[in-house]
């Protein structure tokens, strides 16, 4: 039980997962992880606008729909821990209640692992809100005074998964990771986000680019890896080792 190895991944609205860490969640689960996955809202409001285009369209068919497609992202990548706190977006309302919440999911999870956005985000405040209670949550899951009796966490690394318009948002990544042999599996995620296609070929040019990059800093020319798709990440803590590399 102890040696399960596990993660956990917080977006702020349905479909952020699938973007921004679909590669990290479906390579993760082929080497034997359970990754968890938690939306905090469906992005009713703020992230289908295709849907409310339609006539007769409600607030609870907008999340119904919503739901079904980030479940059947899900399953292209192979989760089956996908979790929806359903606190509302634009604004996300992450008073004490769902902190509590998701205090008690990592506790229970133990991620060797987190995974959330970017730090700072103006043009949608609900992702870098979202950073900021994972952060907040992290924390409170170490505190030996919460819910004493409870397993408490270690030190997680916490991953930052890349934003729409990078350069907006003060990220930058410290970690590429080669999604090459998953890359169907997000491609397939990908495309259950029927509300949002005009992303769909914007997300493809990001795993290139990003693979790019990291045939670029495994060394290149001079014997670098050929990936093909990759993800980037920025880090928030150190890490600890017993040799450099
Ligand atoms: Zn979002």
Redesign the pocket.
Known sequence: MSDKKTALVIS??S??FVWRAGGAIALHQEKGYEVTVVCLSY?ERG?SAKLWKQEGMTLEKVKTERRKEAENAAGALGVNDIRFFDVGDYPLDLGRETQDRMVDVIREVQPKFMMSHSKWDPY?T??METTQFALQCRMIAQAWGHNPGQKVLGAPQLYLFEPHQTEQMEWKPSVFLDITDVWEKKWAAIQCMQGQEHLWNFYKNVAENRGNHFRRNSGGQAGGRAAKYAEGFQTIFPRTVDELE
Do not use: P
């Open positions: 702020a609205h479909a952020d992005g992230e949608n609900d992702h």
